[in-house]
């Protein structure tokens, strides 16, 4: 089993910057490699969408609303994966999910971080 560990969130304001952390590691001596990953969101009364994924390889793929502000990326050594938030608006308020491909192909869900973008 892989357990992830999300943290990171919190309040920001407008226009503020915001680093999302997805820890990955093994239970039961389970070997962690992070195949892939991918950053979702769900706002209040909105359905679950997706941010942004990443492979292994560094290939990445942005929703249009985040693209060019948000960037997600992997840190293989330390098998944790991030999401940098800059420029962040209101409309980006949401409890953020990380999900993570192991070596395996199983994938895993982080237990969400909230973000909220207020003044």
């Known amino acids: 089993q892989v357990q992830l560990v999300e943290s990171g969130g919190g309040l920001v304001q407008p226009g503020g910057s915001l680093r999302l952390s997805c820890a990955a590691s093994g239970t039961s001596g389970s070997t962690v490699s992070i195949n892939a990953m991918g950053w979702y969101r769900q706002a209040p009364g909105k359905q679950r969408e997706l941010v942004a994924t990443?492979?292994?390889?560094?290939?990445?793929n942005y929703a249009d609303s985040v693209k060019g502000r948000f960037t997600i990326s992997i840190d293989n050594a330390k098998n944790t994966g991030y999401l940098q938030m800059n420029s962040l608006k209101p409309a980006a308020t949401a409890v953020y999910y990380c999900?993570?491909?192991?070596?395996?192909?199983?994938?895993?869900w982080g237990q969400g971080t909230q973000v909220t973008v207020s003044s």
């Open positions: 990443i492979t292994r390889r560094g290939s990445t």
């Open positions: 999900n993570v491909r192991n070596w395996d192909l199983f994938e895993y």
